[in-house]
């Protein structure tokens, strides 16, 4: 008996996501949002992070402070390895600036905790470097990734202008128009998996070019 029924997306290893606040949102935080958010950015600034190109993201550490990328390079391509205090140490960073980043979109209204998750989830394998990894790929996907560059800019600005429509609404309504909240959360969820991919270096499998998981 053939089957209708169509082939489901492949899941990405790296998932991403923030729960949509369905109540009334703080309109006071969120008109002064850019304002208030200043101190949890400082101490992200402290972590060596900056604002990347689509979102509050990571700066990419030869050293310490900000995701490591250099030393895991190294390791993986001269003794396929990947220390798990590494792997560690980027996901949370990523956590961290991702719930900066939900909040300054203001999808979430609770201020940004150092720790605790909160509304915002993201998840990556940790990975066999000796069995998963191509141990000479890390050298070139910081290229191969350029496509996923240029649609990003462009996802960014539409991100940017679609903040600001939710920013009017929320001040007059006290809600997130969904549909925004979606695209907002599909641009941050391809940054997080392009950021994987090509710095954090967890996975060899091509980001795929879409807003969903």
């Known amino acids: 008996m053939e089957s209708n029924s169509q082939p489901r997306e492949t899941l990405y290893p790296v998932q991403f996501s923030v729960a ?18 200043i101190p949890i950015l400082i101490v992200a600034a402290a972590v060596g992070h900056e604002s990347a190109g689509y979102g509050p993201g990571p700066e990419i550490a030869a050293g310490s402070g900000g995701v490591l990328f250099l030393a895991p390079l190294l390791m993986i391509v001269f003794r396929q390895k990947y220390p798990r205090w590494w792997y560690d140490w980027n996901l949370e960073l990523l956590r961290f600036t991702n719930r900066i980043g939900a909040y300054v979109a203001l999808m979430d209204d609770r201020y940004p905790s150092t720790d605790e998750h909160q509304a915002v989830a ?21 290229l191969l990734a350029i496509p996923h560059y240029i649609v990003l800019i462009f996802l960014t600005i539409a991100a940017i202008v679609a903040v600001i429509i939710a ?12 549909g925004l909240f ?6 941050l969820r391809w940054g997080n998996r392009v950021t994987a991919y090509a710095f954090v270096l967890v996975t060899d499998q091509y980001p795929p070019f879409r807003l969903s998981p």
């Open 182 to 187: 979606d695209f907002v959360l599909g641009v």
């Open 20 to 37: 949509y606040p369905d109540r009334d949102l703080n309109r006071l935080t969120t008109g002064f949002r850019l304002i208030v958010a």
């Open 167 to 178: 920013w009017f609404a929320i001040l007059f309504t006290g809600r997130y128009p969904r």
């Open 122 to 142: 993201l998840d990556f394998p940790y990975p066999d470097a000796k069995q998963g990894l191509n141990r000479w790929l890390p050298l070139v996907k910081w």
